[in-house]
């Protein structure tokens, strides 16, 4: 959903185009942060949940720290499609690591759900 969203904004004519893009972006922003953080916790050992989290949470805010910079950058440079165009090659990417490592994330009924393929590491 985070794909299509960054994708709708690199390819977008005009306002309208815009928001349905930054909306769709949003969304799946909004199902990937629990649903990776499923993935975290059953990871781990239960004993290391609650730093599992924080980790992860520090990790994702470090990542938003950095990108939104990196976006401006790219859109200064070569022009505001192009941070969105590097936002759609990003998400896919993310997609495909996660489907290759045995994971599917899916949104069902508004609520994002991560369904392990394979057995926990530890």
Not at 23 to 28: A, R, V, Y
Not at 29 to 54: E, H, W
């Amino acid at each position: 959903v985070e794909a299509i969203g960054q994708l709708v904004l690199f390819l977008a004519a005009g306002p309208l185009a815009a928001l349905a893009g930054a909306m769709l972006t949003g969304l799946g922003c909004s199902l990937v942060y629990p649903s990776m953080a499923i993935v975290v916790v059953r990871r781990v050992d239960p004993r290391l949940r609650a730093t599992a989290i924080g980790s992860f949470s520090a990790f994702q805010d470090l990542a938003y720290a950095t990108t939104g910079p990196l976006a401006g950058l790219l859109a200064d440079r070569f022009g505001v499609p192009v941070a969105f165009l590097v936002g759609v090659i990003a998400a896919a990417d993310g997609f495909v690591i996660a489907a290759a490592d045995g994971f599917v994330i899916a949104a069902a009924g508004g609520f994002a759900t991560a369904l392990s393929m394979m057995p926990a590491r530890r």
